[in-house]
């Protein structure tokens, strides 16, 4: 089978080095790709918000099946683009833009939570023109205020802060554009909750679904979960905290009902549903859901399945997933990021990434994030650079693998946070 892979992150990364395993695989085309994809498969030089040329790519090299692997096309409604094109007849991993609502808008997300009880945080939303009553609504919650912009802003549309009157500013950046420009034109401000977050992921086709490995991910820059949010500074999985009875609350409460509501509301889902969830004492509560899989927590995820990739998305869009048998791997995996100095503000592009050669004999995996490839060499060209994952038997010495990785490469303005995992670790 003909493969294209959308994305350029560390997630379609780890996506294509598991692809490249199964035995189905004829040939993988990556768009755009990173430097540290060239080796598992054709990267094509594609704008994947251009419906129209990722068509004509997909025709000329008779691809079979696509994956996205970022939530901006799929909102945009690339899956609808590829179901009513007439001149392609591929399988797409991911929903159609009905579905793909559920993370394009925080507010239509609320709305289906509570409409399928799903229990999620208390909640009002405002747009541009309510600026007076979304302030005046800050008295009906208690601090820390939490404030999402509504559409997407990869990953750092969430403000929590305890001021009230950092809490004002923020609503009047958000909806006066300046900040997150059009996502946060409309905004949500939700009741703060206090527990334990970690991410649980399902393969579904609108019915039937299996479970991946569950993940914690940790999004703030700073140690100790300080400072601004992130696209995700690093991940842990298994998630030490996840019991077998929190895990049931989860599927029955949360997981099912969703899968059930999509159905009710005639909302068909064909991919991977994110649960951002939180643990409120020992109950289950929806932060977010995306629809797609979790970046840095595919670094993580994917090396724990010892199944076939592309065998279970070739089964999730051809109406056979529920005869899918995934195995997992008992094994623990941790990824770091290493960032580039000044992240997620303004950073530098270009430095020179060294030490890839000298990770030999660590159990682990280097996966590209924002690399660019010249004259083969490898530099910097993002903000997440690297996501260092390590593998043990347990948590403890995953994260030790990854913190031998990040000790081995590097680059001038290097930045990981020095305690992925350690949370979790004190309750050992």
Not at 53 to 71: C, D, F, N, S
Not at 126 to 147: C, G, K, M, R, W
Not at 200 to 217: I, N, R
Not at 261 to 274: A, E, H, Q, R, T
């Amino acid at each position: 089978m003909n493969v294209l892979l959308l994305g350029s992150g560390g997630r379609e990364h780890a996506i294509a080095w598991k692809l490249s395993q199964s035995s189905m695989l004829r040939s993988l085309h990556i768009a755009p790709g990173n430097g540290g994809m060239e080796s598992l498969g054709t990267v094509a030089d594609l704008n994947v918000m251009d419906f129209a040329a990722v068509e004509r790519y997909v025709r000329r090299q008779k691809i079979g099946l696509m994956i996205v692997g970022a939530e901006a096309p799929l909102v945009a409604g690339i899956a609808d683009y590829f179901e009513a094109s007439t001149k392609t007849n591929i399988l797409v991993v991911g929903p159609k833009k009905a579905g793909a609502m559920l993370e394009g808008s925080k507010e239509f997300a609320k709305a289906f939570m509570q409409r399928h009880n799903i229990p999620t945080a208390r909640y009002v939303s405002f747009d541009h023109s309510q600026l007076n009553e979304a302030i005046a609504a800050l008295d009906t919650f208690q601090p820390p205020y939490v404030i999402k912009a509504d559409g997407l802003a990869a990953g750092k549309g969430v403000i929590i802060t305890k001021s009230k009157a950092e809490a004002t500013k923020t609503l009047r950046d958000m909806l006066s554009g300046l900040a997150f420009q059009e996502a946060g034109k409309k905004v949500v401000i939700e009741e703060f909750l206090s527990g334990r977050e970690l991410s649980m992921f399902a393969v579904t086709d609108g019915s039937s679904y299996h479970l991946l490995p569950s993940a914690k991910d940790y999004k703030q820059i700073g140690e100790g979960d300080t400072g601004a949010n992130t696209g995700g500074m690093g991940a842990i999985s298994p998630v030490p905290f996840l019991t077998e009875e929190f895990q049931e609350k989860a599927l029955n409460q949360v997981i099912i009902p969703t899968i059930k509501g999509l159905s009710k509301d005639g909302i068909p889902f064909s991919g991977v549903l994110f649960f951002g969830l939180i643990r409120v004492g020992s109950d289950p509560y929806v932060i977010e859901y995306n629809c797609r899989l979790g970046d840095p927590e595919t670094e993580v995820i994917l090396p724990r399945i010892k199944s076939d990739l592309l065998h279970l998305f070739e089964s999730l869009c051809s109406g056979l997933l529920s005869e899918y048998d995934l195995v997992t791997d008992e094994r623990a995996a941790a990824t770091v990021i290493l960032a580039s100095d000044g992240y997620p503000d303004s950073y530098e592009k270009g430095n020179e990434i060294k030490g890839l050669n000298d990770v030999g004999g660590i159990d682990g995996h280097v996966f590209h994030a924002g690399t660019k490839q010249s004259r083969k060499k490898l530099y910097t060209n993002g903000g997440r650079v690297l996501a260092l994952t390590g593998r043990g038997a347990d948590v403890e010495e995953a994260v030790k693998n990854s913190y031998r990785l990040a000790e081995k490469v590097g680059f001038e303005g290097a930045y990981c946070r020095k305690d992925i995992g350690a949370d979790v670790l004190d309750l050992a």
